[in-house]
Nanobody, 121 residues
């Protein structure tokens, strides 16, 4: 059973920073891609940033230059450093893992429970 647990959300003032973390647990031999998505009320879940185990990254245009994704493949963790945060509707940030290799085979589409991020003065 693969589980993803996020941490690090909260309330921050505009211009501030937050660091989100996600840890994958289970009998995991490796993970191809880990990433972050966010969903505001009434909106669809959208990509924020992803990182393959090769180090290749992909960012939403709206966060380029402000957010940085990083991974520790040995610990099956992924982090999202968010700087220069802008005031916008609160969103839940979700961690996702794809291409997770376990003793049961390979699976994709594992999601964490989400962590709330609110940017407001």
């Amino acid at each position: 059973q693969v589980q993803l647990v996020e941490s690090g959300g909260g309330l921050v003032q505009p211009g501030g920073s937050l660091r989100l973390s996600c840890a994958a647990s289970g009998s995991i031999f490796g993970i191809y891609a880990m990433g972050w998505y966010r969903q505001a009320p009434g909106n669809q879940r959208e990509l924020v940033a992803t990182m393959a185990n090769s180090g290749r990254t992909d960012y939403a245009d709206s966060v380029k230059g402000r957010f940085t994704i990083s991974r520790d493949n040995s610990k099956n963790t992924v982090h999202l450093q968010m700087n220069s945060l802008k005031p916008e509707a609160p969103a839940v940030y979700y961690c996702k893992a794809d291409g997770v290799v376990t003793d049961q085979g390979t699976g994709s589409g594992y999601w964490g429970q989400g962590t709330q991020v609110t940017v407001s003065s």
